[in-house]
């Protein structure tokens, strides 16, 4: 089927920056949108960042200016670039991605497994 495989998470002070990458692969014909949640604890999941294929992006109104969503569509990976974090956008980082898959011909909406993001004050 498909995997959404993360990386880049970790611990940094407040200001500093990090890049988290998804890379997507197995049975992907097409992937349409691709996108990055985040989940603190004891809150709800939600949209951080999100990209088209054609590459229109669209923000959470906590990360606008700080954040910043990009994809390689040949190599199918999205990237966040986060700078400027605060201790508040410590969470469990998502990628998700919207495949429409050449084995089911069905679209799927995949996840990856979660990485951390730490950032301490």
């Known amino acids: 089927q498909v995997q959404l495989v993360e990386s880049g998470g970790g611990l940094v002070q407040a200001g500093g920056s990090l890049r988290l990458s998804c890379a997507a692969s197995?049975?992907?014909?097409?992937?349409?949108?691709m996108g990055w949640y985040r989940q603190a604890p004891g809150k709800q999941r939600e949209l951080v960042a999100a990209?088209?294929?054609?590459?229109?992006?669209n923000y959470a109104d906590s990360v606008k200016g700080r954040f910043t969503i990009s994809r390689d569509n040949a190599k199918n990976t999205v990237y966040l670039q986060m700078s400027s974090l605060k201790p508040e956008d410590t969470a469990v980082y998502y990628c998700n991605a919207d495949i429409y898959s050449d084995y089911t011909w069905r679209t799927l909406d995949a996840w990856g497994q979660g990485t951390l993001v730490t950032v301490s004050s």
């Open positions: 197995g049975s992907i014909f097409s992937i349409n949108a």
């Open positions: 990209i088209t294929s054609g590459g229109s992006t």
